[in-house]
């Protein structure tokens, strides 16, 4: 009898040990809570995508998502839709009366050739291409595109954050933030001068090669003085890397001459202007932002070697 006990004692014990040990691998065999097909980026909101202005088409992508701490054993398709509403509710929420207001992306330059996404097996997410023709967008407009998950082949749709707004940026290889060192000097007094360094956000404009400047001023903004017509100038860099000038609109440029240094992303200008019926010239570097002090004692070296004074 004696036995008999112990033999069953010793039956539940190592019942009891299997289950705890069942139990220990049970979180690794599988997933720690339901998976759910989510857009990236909809948790905050709004994704940037660059549109640049070079390529006659771009493309940007979306991405589909399944959550969960396994691998999926089998494709996950999801097919997205476009809601353009809920850029107006963007804009009626988030947005006052002197901000410049999202539009949809125009209809007819760009495309979503399938709206169906397919997560591969074992990836954590798939992606969902668009297709745009930047050419005929303005600088001064910005653009959204808003999109929702329509349906899912496995798993649920997430119940929160559905919606991702996808907003553009105009870019070309030309644009981005420079700083300005240079000096602007009266024709009829030469000894008037003043040092013109300030930072200068360059705008892909028309093309690939062309950014517009404004001079001296700041960048507009809605319900703040507009200095567009007056101030703002292109820069196109031709084929053999000398510059044309040309005024956005009243900016009255008398002359010009300037090379565009790529292998240092420096523009070494002169320009000969009008400003309030007074002639006078702006000559130095615009050059594009660095990223160290190492870099920046560098390109102050080259500008101080390069530096031609009138």
């Not at 107006?88 to 007819?108: H, S």
């Not at 809605?222 to 609109?249: M, Q």
Request: proline content about 5%.
């Amino acid at each position: 009898m004696k036995n008999m006990k112990n033999k069953i004692f010793m039956s539940l014990l190592l019942g009891a040990m299997l289950l705890t040990a069942c139990d220990d691998e049970a979180p690794m065999e599988r997933s720690l809570y339901p998976e759910t097909v989510y857009l990236v980026g909809a948790k905050d909101k709004i994704i940037t995508r660059e549109l640049n202005l070079g390529y006659d088409q771009d493309t940007v992508y979306a991405s589909v998502a399944v959550s969960g701490t396994l691998p999926t054993e089998k494709n996950v398709i999801a097919e997205v839709e476009q809601i353009p509403e809920a850029i107006l509710r963007y804009n009626d929420r988030e947005l006052g009366t002197n901000d410049v207001l999202y539009q949809n992306l125009p209809a007819d330059i760009y495309s979503i050739p399938d709206p169906a996404v397919t997560v591969p097996a074992g990836e954590p997410y798939g992606t969902l291409p668009i297709y745009i023709e930047p050419a005929t967008l303005h600088v001064d407009s910005l653009y959204m595109i808003a999109l929702k998950l329509k349906s899912t082949s496995d798993f649920a749709l997430t119940k929160t954050d559905t919606v991702v707004l996808m907003k553009f940026n105009i870019v070309n290889d030309y644009s981005g933030l420079y700083y300005m060192d240079a000096i602007i000097k009266d024709v009829a007094n030469p000894s008037d001068s003043v040092t013109y360094k300030t930072s200068r956000n360059l705008q892909a404009v028309r093309d690939g090669r062309t950014v517009r400047m404004y001079h001296m001023q700041n960048e507009w903004s809605k319900g703040a003085t507009d200095y567009r017509p007056n101030y703002c100038f292109n820069i196109t860099v031709n084929d053999d890397n000398t510059v044309s000038l040309s005024t956005w609109d009243k900016f009255k440029i008398l002359g010009y001459e300037g090379v565009y240094h790529p292998d240092i992303r420096v523009y070494e200008l002169w320009y000969k202007f009008e400003e309030n019926g007074v002639t006078k010239t702006c000559r130095g570097f615009l050059y594009k932002e660095r990223k160290t002090d190492d870099e920046q004692r560098i390109i102050n070296d080259w500008m101080d070697e390069h530096r031609k004074y009138d």
